[in-house]
């Protein structure tokens, strides 16, 4: 073969080297990373995104395992978990950590009866969502910021596009 018939067999082989290496990185970086929601993992415990509109929470579809809501407002994603606490109470949050959240990993999944930050690795327990406030936790949702009835908690649009800043860096 000539010197041009190599140089161009190289070529297409570094080509289909270079095609194969961005796939393996896009699968690698979608397995690490966050999905279309803003976090990973968990992904059975995620509900529908909303999109600018509020948050409902059906009561009876909450347990001991945090369910995760997200919602993408005024093209900000961001999430909201529920988990039931052992007192039979719901209790919410912003799934972004208090400390991290600029670090766009600050979000949280569930371990055991423990929420682990995904940036820094601090393990919350379950029964202190929306209890604990300041350092590196979930974002409470107070009883004023919710709207609870016996059937559903609702998050108003109005909360959500309050919170957007805290979910700007989310990756």
Do not use: H
Request: glycine content about 8%; overall charge negative; aromatic content about 6%.
């Amino acid at each position: 073969m000539s010197k041009n018939t190599n140089k161009k067999l190289d070529m297409k082989k570094l080509g289909m080297i270079i095609v194969a290496a961005v796939a393996l990185v896009a699968i690698a970086y979608s397995l690490k990373t966050p999905d279309s929601s803003g976090s990973g993992g968990n992904d059975e415990l995620r509900k529908k995104a909303v999109k600018d509109s509020d948050i409902v929470i059906q009561t009876k579809d909450i347990t001991e395992t945090p369910s995760y809501y997200p919602a993408n407002i005024q093209g900000v994603d961001l999430e909201v978990l529920a988990v039931k606490a052992s007192d039979g109470t719901i209790r919410t949050a912003f799934n972004t950590c208090q400390v991290c959240y600029n670090s766009g990993r600050g979000y949280y999944e569930a371990e055991g009866n423990e929420l682990v930050c995904q940036n820094c690795g601090n393990r919350f327990k379950m029964e202190d969502v929306e209890v604990t406030r300041g350092g590196c936790n979930p974002v409470p949702i107070t009883q004023e910021y919710k709207t609870v009835t016996d059937d559903t908690i609702t998050i108003s649009k109005d909360m959500l596009a309050q919170a957007t800043t805290i979910f700007a860096d989310w990756k």
